[in-house]
């Protein structure tokens, strides 16, 4: 099972907010990492977009929006990434990461679109 | 603001060594780690492992016996070599700062990659 999974597509509407999920292996608690975040549209390389452990720490990337926040459900053991206010331009692919056993993991990301 | 330059061979056989460097330009290279990532065609993220301040490193260990960083602090120059390419390790190769200084602190700032293809 991989170490983080998220689901490879979501839709959403311009206007509407998005909930994008990155669930942690049975085994890794979410409460003990920070999620980070990045934002890749097709050609360039990924963005940072935020990194969440708890309301009292975090960090949001430089320039971005407001409107990206992070969050954790423990009860699903996932980190959140909430977009609100979707805009065309959000399409992108997105990336969740921990640091886990001295490595740095992504998920297989999430292909959002906005239609 | 951080910018990287990367250099490398872009198209290699198979069982032969892939070697890419990548320039830091306009900020401080001590203090960080540096990494690199990759991404084949159409997938995910995959990171490769880093180098730190101290020169030591963390590598993926997926990966661990065939990579090896090294840095050049005296040129703001880090380097990846993979040994025994296949043509799975055909991808784009990203060099990437980390976001903080003196802690182990995930890649903030990426260059814009290198497409390595491995063929006969």
């Known amino acids: 099972q991989a170490v983080l999974t998220q689901p490879a597509s979501l839709s959403a509407s311009p206007g509407a907010s998005a909930s994008l999920t990155c669930a942690l292996r049975r085994g890794i608690y979410v409460s003990s990492y920070r999620i980070y975040w990045y934002q890749q549209k097709p050609g360039s390389p990924p963005q940072f977009l935020l990194r969440y452990k708890s309301d009292s720490e975090k960090q949001q990337g430089s320039g971005v929006p407001s409107r990206f926040s992070g969050s954790k459900d423990a009860s699903t053991n996932a980190g959140i990434l909430l977009i609100s206010g979707l805009q065309s331009e959000d399409e992108a692919d997105y990336y969740c990461?921990?640091?886990?056993?001295?490595?740095?993991?992504f998920g297989g990301g999430t292909k959002l679109t906005v239609l | 603001q951080v910018q990287f330059q990367q250099w490398g061979a872009g198209l290699l056989k198979p069982s032969e060594t892939l070697s890419l460097t990548c320039a830091v330009y306009?900020?401080?290279?001590?203090?960080?780690?540096w990494s690199w990532i990759r991404q084949s065609p159409g997938k995910g993220l995959e990171w490769i492992g880093e180098i730190n301040d101290g020169g030591s490193t963390n590598y993926n260990p997926s990966l661990k016996s065939r990579v090896t960083i090294s840095a050049d602090t005296s040129k703001n120059q880090f380097s990846l070599k993979l040994n025994s390419v296949t043509a799975a390790d055909t991808a784009v190769y990203y060099c990437?700062?980390?976001?903080?200084?003196?802690?182990?602190?995930?890649?903030?700032?990426w260059g814009q990659g290198t497409l390595v293809t491995v063929s006969s």
């Open positions: 306009g900020g401080s290279f001590t203090g960080y780690s």
């Open positions: 990437a700062r980390g976001l903080s200084k003196f802690v182990t602190d995930a890649p903030g700032y």
């Open positions: 990461m921990i640091w886990h056993n001295s490595a740095w993991v």
